[in-house]
């Protein structure tokens, strides 16, 4: 890939990544004034869950930005079809403050579980395939640099499953993903 076009995917990643991070936000139930004069736990309580929902995201997002620039720092495909698959990873992103206020509103049906769940097992799948075409087009193919962007796949393809059954332990099954950044660091032996 060109040094001109591997910076616009940059610049337009980081835009996509900022606007999915942030628009969720904008969902969170304010309380009225008043309410927050006489019991501000109550008036306070019904944003819990839509913040959790908001903070699950942000930090998933995160996550799927680290991989996705480090993915960039590796590639050397020249494929349209590598292009366009970056294209829809980068619209799967965009899609998911969608689901995050469907979930943060509803998070206890389990189709809405499994729907949030279920989105961010696609962008994890996505990811991972992108990830396997980066390492086979670099010459030195890093096969170890797939653990983090395979262990993310497997956890969200974990806890939609898990999502169908009892939504609220699928969000349980949601924190392994904080064990991928991790395992990655030490199997590549790269920071980040």
């Known amino acids: 890939m060109s040094s001109f076009l591997s910076r616009r995917i940059e610049v337009l990643s980081d835009t996509i990544f900022g606007v999915a991070m942030t628009t969720s ?12 004069t006489n019991d501000w736990s109550a008036a306070l309580r019904p944003m819990l869950w ?28 020249k494929s349209r079809r590598y292009l366009f698959v970056t294209f829809a990873f980068l619209f799967l992103i ?16 389990p189709w ?36 983090g962007p395979g262990i993310l796949a497997i956890v969200f393809l974990l ?18 993903t904080l064990l991928a950044p991790i395992i990655d660091a030490r199997v590549t032996k790269l920071a980040l």
């Open 159 to 176: 806890a939609t499953a898990v999502s169908g059954v009892a939504p609220r332990l699928g969000a349980a099954v949601w924190l392994a």
């Open 112 to 147: 809405v579980a499994m729907l949030y769940s279920g989105h961010l097992a696609v962008i994890a799948c996505v990811n991972a395939c992108l990830w396997l075409v980066a390492i086979w087009s670099a010459k030195s193919r890093p096969w170890r640099m797939a653990a």
């Open 25 to 36: 936000v904008y969902s969170l139930p304010l309380p009225r004034l008043n309410a927050l």
């Open 94 to 109: 965009v899609l998911l403050p969608a689901p995050t206020m469907l979930y943060g509103r509803d998070g206890t049906i």
């Open 50 to 77: 839509p913040a959790f929902a908001l903070g699950c995201s942000f930090l998933f997002s995160g996550i799927f930005w680290v991989s996705h620039h480090r993915r960039l720092m590796l590639t050397e495909a």
